[in-house]
C-alpha cells in the first residue's frame, strides 16, 4: 500500500509539472541551408518567464534536437475611445458662478488600462436641491382709514390680506385731520387711522443643491498586450540520448500526450484511494478497540 501511494504522489508531482509547461501555437520543422531546426512559437503575457519554455534534448523523427535561441517579440496594443465621466458636487446656493468654482476645467482619467484627459462640458451641468425645510417670514403692512368723525377702533378691521397672507392688527396711530371751533377753542371734527398689520409667511426652502456635471474626452491604452516566442532547437541527424536523458524524455513526451486523460484518471484514482484508506483506518481503529476490551476483560479475570 505505501508503494502504491508513493506512485500515486509521484505521478501526481510529473503531472503537475506537465500541466504547468506551455503549449506552443504553432511547431516548424524545416531544412534551411542544411541546418536542420525545429522552431516552437509560443503567444503568453508579458510577465511570462521566457526561460520556462526551454525543453532539454529530445528525439523526434531521427534527429537530436537541442536548444538554440529564443526570439522574442512584443506584441504592442492601442487603442482610443471616447469617454464621458460623471461627476457630483454639493453646494449651499445654486449660483451657477458659486458652483463653477468647484469645477475643475479637466480631470485626469486613468482606470488602469486607459487614460487620458477629459474637458468639463459646461452644457451638462445641472444643479437641484438635495432637500427642503419649511421656513416663515414676517409680513407687514400699513392701512390709512379715514377720514371718520372720531377716532373709534370700530373703523379700524381687524384683519387685512396681502399676498395671500392674512395679517392681524398690531397697531393704530390715530392722526388728526380736521378741526372746528366750539366756542374760543379749537376742537378736533375729524380723524384718520393708520394702521399697521403683521403676519407670518410659511414657504419651502432649499437645505443645499447637488450638481451633475459630464468631463468629456478621448482616452487610449498603450502598452505590451502579449509576447510572441520563437524557441529554435537545433536537429543533428542520427543523434542520441543518453540512455538516462532517453527514458526521461520519452516519459516526458507520452505523458505531455496523455495528460488530459492522465488528469483525468489521476484525479478519480486519488478519490478511490482516499476512500480506502478512510475505511481501512475505521476499521483499525474498531479492531483495536476490539483488542484492548478483549485484554481489559481477560485482565479483570485473571484478578479476580
Known sequence: ??????????????????AALE??????????????????????????DPQTLVEEPFEQEGYLYTFAEIVKEEN?????????????????TDDL????????????????TYKGTLALDHTSIHTEASGYETRSSTVTATKTIGPVDRNDMSYVPATTVKNGVTLK??????????????????????YQAVASYSGKSYYKAATGYVTTADYVGQISQNGVESVT????????????????????????????????????????????????????????????????????????????
Not at 500500500?1 to 506537465?18: D, G, N, P, R
Not at 524545416?30 to 512559437?41: E, P, V
Not at 458662478?97 to 488602469?112: A, C, F, M, N, V
Open 76 to 92: 504592442l496594443i492601442s487603442d482610443a475611445s471616447y469617454h464621458r465621466e460623471t461627476v457630483t458636487v454639493n453646494s449651499e
Open 169 to 190: 392688527l398690531s397697531g393704530v396711530d390715530w392722526q388728526v385731520t380736521g378741526t372746528d371751533l366750539v366756542g374760543d377753542a379749537l376742537s378736533p371734527s375729524s
Open 229 to 304: 516566442y520563437q524557441v529554435k532547437y537545433l536537429g543533428t541527424e542520427g543523434g542520441k540520448l543518453e540512455p538516462g536523458e532517453s527514458g526521461i524524455a520519452k516519459a516526458a513526451g507520452g505523458l505531455y500526450s496523455v495528460l488530459p486523460y492522465v488528469l483525468g484518471g489521476l484525479g478519480i484514482l486519488a478519490l478511490i484511494v482516499l476512500a480506502v484508506l478512510l475505511v481501512r483506518s475505521r476499521r483499525e481503529a474498531r479492531m483495536y478497540q476490539n483488542d484492548d476490551l478483549a485484554n481489559l476483560e481477560h485482565e479483570e479475570e485473571e484478578h479476580e
Open 23 to 48: 503549449v506552443p501555437t504553432n511547431t516548424v520543422v524545416q531544412n534551411l541551408n542544411g541546418s536542420q531546426q525545429l522552431i516552437k512559437t509560443y503567444v503568453l503575457p508579458p510577465e511570462t
Open 97 to 112: 458662478s458659486r458652483i463653477l468654482e468647484q469645477l475643475k476645467p479637466s480631470i485626469d482619467y486613468d482606470d488602469g
Open 1 to 18: 500500500m505505501k508503494k502504491f501511494l508513493m506512485c500515486l504522489l509521484l505521478a501526481l508531482t510529473l503531472t503537475t509539472s506537465a
